[in-house]
């Protein structure tokens, strides 16, 4: 529970009765699921909330701002890595592993490595680069990600792209999967 906002001020004991209450009020506009901007949330906890209120104190948009920043959820290089992944999900094991060995025939064109959960090659079929994959199957799941891309562009072309080299997507889904 530790990634509650309320939890975390409770626990650093740096928290006000206003700081509480602009909580719920946030957490009250927000359960709908309405997507909102931040000017939108404070009119709302202004115009709705505070509004019976006599009183000069009111929180502005900066503060509802800080506060929502609490609600989102920090991002982490194993984050950027999942959405630079491709899943693939079926009924059962066996549908997966009938999928992963039409992969394995028709999508590798040059295998660079291969094991029992996973193959990494030249992808079959690629126009102006190529591109080196690696695919992995996991129960019902398979997860593929490019691992290089070079350009067969010349240097001099405008459509030139550097190599790229994403190891760290392949060493990602060794740890996670």
Known sequence: MAYNPLYKAFKAKSFTDKDIILHFYIL?????????SVKDIAEIVMDEYLG????????DESTIRNKLKEYAPKKTDDDLYYDEC??????DN???????????????????DAGKKYIRGWEAGVC?????IYIYITNNMIITTEVQVVSEWSVDSPDYAPPTN??????FINKHF
């Open 28 to 36: 009250d506009v927000l359960a709908d699921g309405s997507k909102l």
């Open 52 to 59: 019976f209120f006599d009183t000069d104190i009111w929180p």
């Open 86 to 91: 491709n899943y693939y999900m079926f009924m």
């Open 94 to 112: 066996d549908s997966a592993q009938k999928a992963f060995e039409y992969m394995k025939e028709n999508w590798i064109q040059d295998e660079t």
């Open 128 to 132: 102006d680069a190529s591109v080196e």
């Open 166 to 171: 994403h190891q760290e997507r392949v060493d």
